[in-house]
């Protein structure tokens, strides 16, 4: 499902929502978990799990960057700092499993903009697929076929 961009705290926001036929505590696990967040974000690693807690971005060339948690509630909550942006993962049961619903706060729009959009849809795509059980296919297929819809998006938005 794509995202939607809207305003948000006078800043333009990419909403993506996806109801999971699992519990929010297997969901976070997905979000938290070192070895589990790794499965679907090889990049990124949870140093300390709290609010002023830190992520890192491994950029696989021996340097990092490090992103501050800046809200951490268990099994509800987990925003951090993604360069000038802000990402939140937002958990809430519904039912027969639980409603996620991620947003990027687009402080700042490049270039690369576009592509962070494609990639947080194939990482959702990945974790819904890994918490199924089932296997994730061609990540870069996924990716490229979303990517210019992406594009568009945020071309629209901006015009």
Known sequence: ???????????????????LRHSPADVWAYLTD??????????????????????RFDFGDGNFERMEITEMIP??????????NLVRFELATDNSGCMLVFKEYLHEITEH????????????????????GRSVGDRTAIWQTCYPTY?????????
């Open 151 to 159: 594009q568009q998006l945020l071309q629209d938005a901006q015009s």
């Open 113 to 132: 903009t576009a592509k962070d959009l494609a990639g947080w849809h194939v990482c959702l795509d990945v974790i819904e697929a890994l918490l199924d």
């Open 34 to 55: 070192n070895n589990k967040l790794q499965q679907w974000f090889p990049e990124l690693e949870i140093q300390a799990l709290k609010n002023g807690g830190e992520i």
């Open 1 to 19: 499902m794509i995202a939607k961009l809207e305003k948000e705290k006078n800043v333009l926001t990419a909403i993506y929502k996806r109801f």
């Open 75 to 84: 099994q509800k909550v987990l925003a951090f700092t993604w360069d000038k």
